[in-house]
């Protein structure tokens, strides 16, 4: 839903998604927003790493883990490799985050590249 103000009375209303004048690669791009918006908003641990069901949640999982353990993600593609095959069992995943090359920071003990 977008909130889309009523300018008469000032109030802001929910408004389907698929209504907003918009391209479908738009609305994509809105959903993948409120996807990591949600997952952001939610708790990092086990219980919710145990919940997630899709590769795209995983992804979007591992980047808030990975910022919220003050860490950096320097490829993508390491990133959307090791969603593939990140373990279930969410203290091996934390372990194994220390050691993955396409991370810097955090406890990984290589430091990220100064922008």
Same mark, same amino acid.
């Given at each position: 839903?977008?909130? =889309?103000?009523?300018?008469? @009375?000032?109030?802001?209303?929910?408004?389907? /998604? @698929?209504?907003?004048?918009?391209?479908?690669?738009?609305? @994509?791009?809105?959903?993948?927003?409120?996807?990591?918006?949600?997952?952001?908003?939610?708790?990092?641990?086990?219980?919710?790493?145990?919940?997630?069901?899709?590769?795209? #949640? =995983?992804? /979007?999982?591992?980047? !808030?883990? *990975? $910022?919220?353990?003050?860490?950096?993600? *320097?490829?993508?593609?390491? %990133?959307?490799? &090791? !969603?593939?095959?990140?373990?279930? #069992? &969410?203290?091996?995943?934390?372990?194994?985050? $220390?050691?993955?090359?396409? %991370?810097?920071?955090?406890?990984?003990? @290589?430091?990220?590249?100064?922008?």
């Amino acid at each position: 839903y977008h909130l =889309k103000k009523i300018t008469t @009375r000032h109030q802001f209303v929910p408004l389907p /998604v @698929r209504m907003l004048p918009i391209s479908a690669f738009q609305r @994509r791009c809105f959903f993948a927003l409120c996807l990591v918006s949600c997952v952001v908003d939610a708790n990092l641990d086990a219980k919710a790493w145990a919940n997630i069901t899709s590769l795209s #949640e =995983k992804e /979007v999982f591992l980047q !808030a883990l *990975v $910022k919220e353990l003050h860490g950096s993600v *320097v490829s993508d593609a390491g %990133l959307k490799s &090791y !969603a593939l095959v990140a373990p279930s #069992e &969410y203290n091996l995943l934390l372990s194994q985050l $220390k050691t993955q090359l396409w %991370l810097c920071g955090g406890d990984t003990g @290589r430091p990220c590249d100064a922008p």
